[in-house]
């Protein structure tokens, strides 16, 4: 692969992880990078935030996070919280954890998880009652269940 192929490469793989988790710090992005195979360096990770444009934003539940154009930042925990009590079991099975919801529940609880872009989680299905959330690489479902229920659970409080 040539120099500005490596770049472009580097540069995608930023703008996807920038996209799908909550980035506070560049030695976190560094982390996210390495579990892909790719080590750089601070520097290199500097330029290469400057050359996407990114910038860091600051959250409602406080903290800041990277942030690319029409890729607006994490929502943070609020529309996990506005959605809790829709929510009636959460379960984790080998590779995914399954949110079961109220009828007609499962579209909104799945939009809230993945606008709040909880780092552990890769993705959401959503039917109507029913939500598969697969994590993200490296992450146990188990632990997705325990973060999202600690979160509902200080929605229940509210």
Request: charged content about 25%.
């Amino acid at each position: 692969m040539t120099d500005v192929a490596t770049h472009r490469a580097r540069r995608e793989l930023i703008r996807r992880i920038l996209r799908t988790h909550v980035v506070a710090t560049q030695d976190e992005l560094g982390e996210l990078l390495k579990r892909e195979g790719i080590d750089v360096t601070q520097a290199t990770l500097s330029r290469d935030l400057a050359r996407l444009q990114a910038r860091r934003v600051t959250l409602p539940d406080g903290g800041t996070v990277y942030e690319l154009d029409g890729s607006p930042a994490p929502k943070g925990e609020e529309p996990l919280r506005a959605v809790h009590a829709l929510v009636t079991t959460v379960d984790d099975a080998d590779a995914m954890v399954v949110v079961r919801t109220l009828p007609g529940g499962a579209p909104a609880v799945a939009a809230a998880i993945d606008s709040s872009r909880p780092p552990a989680v890769l993705g959401t299905i959503a039917g109507d009652d029913t939500i598969f959330i697969v994590p993200a690489k490296g992450v146990k479902p188990a632990r997705v269940k325990k973060d999202l229920m600690t979160v509902w659970k200080k929605g229940v409080a509210s």
